[in-house]
């Protein structure tokens, strides 16, 4: 009998993000500029009545606004193969945005996936401070915007193409 040493499945997860420090912040803002004015004005009943539902559309935009759940997509690098050599280019037309999730699964004995910049990605070769995860179950948040580099540091694997640059 023959049993398969790993058995990768690609799939594609949606995560959940909770609103940001600023947004909370901002959103506190708004809601105590709105109840905080009400209570230093001298407006009689029939006032306060007018401004009630513009105040209350307003307050209920700012909770559906904290409340919005944005989605992010789980991405497993080289789908079925996983991270291994001859990866390069899996990243070509796929839709990766910032706030995605790239899942790098990958035999830790064997492999590593370093987070480097342009140069070193090029010349396959760590030369400076570079983020390294060996668990051989990465999870990456890609950040805002631009581009991320990520290679195997191993001898001669990064040239055999365990190599990616995805554009988030």
Known sequence: MILADRL????????????????????????????????????????AQGTMVPTLLVLLLAVCYATTVVHAK??????????SFRVSGWERGKHIQSGDVL?????????????????????CRVSGPSRTYTSGNDHIQLA?????????????????????????
């Open 8 to 47: 990768y499945i690609s799939y594609e997860k949606e995560i959940e993000r909770k609103p940001s420090l600023e947004e909370s912040t901002t959103i506190s803002f708004l809601v105590l500029v709105i109840f905080g004015s009400n209570k230093k004005s001298r407006a009689t009943p029939s006032m």
């Open 74 to 83: 789980e991405w497993t690098v080289g789908d079925n193969k996983g991270w």
């Open 103 to 123: 899942v790098f699964k990958y035999n830790p004995s064997m492999h590593n996936v370093v987070q480097v910049g342009k140069g070193d990605y090029n010349s």
């Open 144 to 168: 805002r915007g631009g581009k991320a580099f990520f290679i195997c540091s191993l001898p001669g694997h990064c040239q055999q193409g365990m190599k990616i640059v995805v554009t988030a």
